[in-house]
């Protein structure tokens, strides 16, 4: 017999996962700090955990066909819980407000933001073999799909926190060896 406590932890296993998958990414912003020596700032990790949630949330939205087939409890869970889609719009929101205001904006947010759309809404014109007009996304086209994540998770954790103290990553090998390392792997 289960306690009440681990029947909570299993109903509320699809949104814990995407907060886990939120909070490794901004502990990786920090990892990477620490790794490169720099100065650990909260500034640059924090608005990981908006960016990542808002689009793993959106995606569990967009792909409530497929979870449905590969993971019910995770479709059943997100369907019936409509209100964190508006929750993590909210937060995407704020995340990138809060960086426009606080001159924290730079390529790389805008980088995930349009390509976290584009992975999971069906934007690109594609001729189904019907003869109709169909619309993919990233997350549809398998080869692409890989790159996409591996370069985002690679790149991301060690452009962004470089870039907030100033620094380029194509100017440093170490953090280049790094990031080819990580998007390889992943």
Known sequence: MQSNFTQLLNRLSPLLQVLYLSISGALCVLGVQAYMHLPIHWIPALPSIGIIFSIYTLNRYTDSREDLANDPQKSIFFNQHR???????ALMFITYFGLITTQSL?????????IGLLYSLRLFPWLESNGKLGFLRIKDIPILKNLVVSLLWGSSIFVIP?????????????AMCMVIALCLST
Not at 106 to 114: D, K, M, P, S
């Open 162 to 174: 470089l870039e907030s103290h100033g620094l380029s990553i194509t100017h440093n090998s170490r």
């Open 106 to 114: 730079n390529f790389q947010h805008v980088i995930l933001l349009a």
């Open 83 to 89: 209100l964190y889609l508006w929750i993590s719009l």
